[in-house]
């Protein structure tokens, strides 16, 4: 068995040739497409944030709205840029929305992508300490959130409060039971798959990962989710670690898929750079009939080691259409691998 769900990244474009013009249509279709998966069984359904873009970004009410119209199905984010986030009000954020969903929240983390705009962390009133990076202070916030999420007390009370305070040092309120074991870290190195495991987070691998051989894509990301389990394991934490990885996958079952994408059953790994001198390994799309899909998700080697697969989904063609993408996977690839 595996989990399957949906990654979206909520794309709006006043375009007419755009399912998805404006913000109002990104957010409330992607509440509609939360609730079409849990009816077609799917496990998850999950955003990425993205500031200064026409894209999803504020992700906390989105995932309790969507919480509050479905019973089931796993709402989580991949990722959240932590160099924007306060974390003690994030902390708060998350506890109401996992609440909400009646605790059902995956929220992945991290460190984040290149922006729309530069340092753009800055305009919402963070920057590093001297000699650290905006790295080190995404890690740093992450830290602080892990910590204030476990739902220990920490601040000193007012000897004479407007409320009457339960004894000793406060914690946050809500506090939502077991959200600190549903926070992922979204990895793409090695040594950063390393801290994930160490910090007792589960990971989130994307379709790339920095370029750390020329091996194909998947086998890298492989090595990376064997270098998070070994130090998970050194950790010594005692359950089990949960592992996602994402891919564009789309069975071709009727014409409309293959005039989408029939085009795409040739894509293959290719090397890049998203930001100056870090090259990175863009994992291949899969597009072709079911049969085949098969054959080659079979051969892949990151997504046989994840128990969570994400499909990124192209949310301007509209919920339907992607309601359909998702149902071809669950109906017709997944049970032929032992998913279903």
Request: hydrophobic fraction near 40%.
């Amino acid at each position: 068995m595996k989990k399957i769900g949906f990654l979206s990244f909520g794309h709006w474009s006043p375009s007419p040739q755009s399912g998805t013009r404006s913000a109002s249509d990104a957010l409330l279709q992607s509440i509609d497409l939360a609730v079409a998966a849990e009816e077609l069984g799917a496990d998850g359904a999950y955003f990425r944030v993205h500031h200064f873009a026409r894209q999803l970004c504020s992700p906390f009410p989105l995932l309790a709205a969507a919480g509050a119209k479905t019973n089931r199905i796993e709402l989580g984010t991949a990722v959240i840029d932590m160099r924007y986030e306060n974390p003690l009000y994030m902390a708060e954020d998350a506890g109401s929305a996992d609440i909400i969903a009646g605790g059902r929240l995956q929220l992945g983390i991290s460190r984040g992508s290149p922006e729309q705009v530069i340092d753009g962390w800055r305009y919402f009133g963070y920057a590093p300490e001297e000699g650290k990076t905006d790295a080190d202070m995404a890690r740093r916030h992450a830290e602080v959130f892990l910590d204030v999420i476990r739902g220990e007390g920490f601040a000193q009370p007012n000897p004479r409060p407007m409320f009457p305070n339960p004894p000793g040092l406060l914690r946050l309120e809500p506090h939502s039971q077991g959200l600190r074991d549903r926070i992922w870290w979204g990895a793409a190195t090695t040594p950063t798959a390393q801290w994930t495991g160490k910090m007792g987070m589960n990971l989130q691998s994307s379709t790339l990962v920095m370029a750390e051989s020329d091996k194909p894509f998947h086998i890298q990301q492989a090595e990376q989710i064997a270098a998070f389990r070994a130090a998970w394991k050194e950790a010594g934490h005692t359950r089990e670690p949960r592992v996602s990885v994402s891919r564009s996958i789309f069975a071709i079952v009727n014409d409309m898929d293959r005039a989408y994408f029939g085009g795409e059953g040739g894509s293959q790994d290719h090397f890049g750079y998203i930001e100056p001198g870090k090259q990175a390994v863009f994992g291949r799309s899969y597009a072709a009939e079911p049969d085949k899909l098969i054959k080659q998700l079979s051969e892949d080697e990151a997504i046989k080691a994840a128990d969570t697969l994400l499909l990124t989904v192209p949310n301007q063609l509209g919920v339907d259409y992607n309601a359909h993408v998702i149902e071809a996977i669950l109906k017709h690839v997944a049970p032929g691998l032992g998913w279903r």
